[in-house]
């Protein structure tokens, strides 16, 4: 076998899970999680700082990063905040006091991946591994809106589409959508 067949042949066989790292995000990562919110989400709908730093500061694990291995860099992450609340409103996106750490449900707050690393599986392995590591948490449900080019993207990740949501954060219309864990 030549040398460029092999090297052909081992990137072919690299995973998502060989090609990144899956953790909670770290305090000194805020600047970065800002930044990349701002890039995934149009101003109307994205995190302001505040909120995001807030949310980090009150909620790392419940932030999942997706780290490049071979440049240390974000790549993507999912958040969100802990609550007994089975119907999403808007103050989760804004008030961390909704927040309770040992709430049996989550309220996913946002599914950011670069641009250069979409089409690839990261969301889906994020939404997965996050899913799992929830479920281990003894969580019942997760629960997010998203609007209507997205949800067969979500269903093909598990999540159920219940409809039409209550939230019209950045003046949208949304739909719910959970994942029984």
């Known amino acids: 076998m030549t040398q ?10 690299i995973t998502i899970t060989d090609r990144f790292e899956f953790r909670d995000i770290h305090a000194e990562e ?17 995190c302001s700082e505040k909120s995001m730093k807030t949310r980090i500061a009150n909620a790392p694990e419940l932030f999942l990063v997706a780290i490049d291995k ?15 609340e089975e119907i999403f409103r808007d103050e989760f ?45 003894q969580r019942k ?8 080019e997205k949800v ?9 589409d219940k409809g039409i949501s209550g939230s019209s954060w950045g003046g949208e219309e949304w739909h719910e959508m959970t994942l029984t864990l």
């Open 152 to 160: 067969a993207m979500y269903e093909k990740m598990g999540l159920k």
């Open 70 to 84: 071979d440049t240390g860099e974000i790549a993507g992450f999912l958040n969100g905040v802990a609550t007994d």
């Open 30 to 46: 805020a600047d970065r999680a800002v930044a990349i919110e701002q890039i995934c989400f149009p101003p109307h709908e994205a």
């Open 141 to 148: 449900m997760l629960i997010l809106t998203c609007l209507p």
């Open 4 to 13: 460029q067949t092999q090297q052909h042949n081992t990137t072919k066989n």
């Open 93 to 137: 996106f804004t008030d961390i006091s909704q927040h309770k750490p040992n709430g049996k449900n989550v309220m996913l707050l946002g599914l950011d991946v670069l641009p250069q690393y979409r089409g690839q599986g990261l969301a889906r392995e994020i939404v997965s591994q996050y899913s799992k590591r929830e479920k281990a948490n």
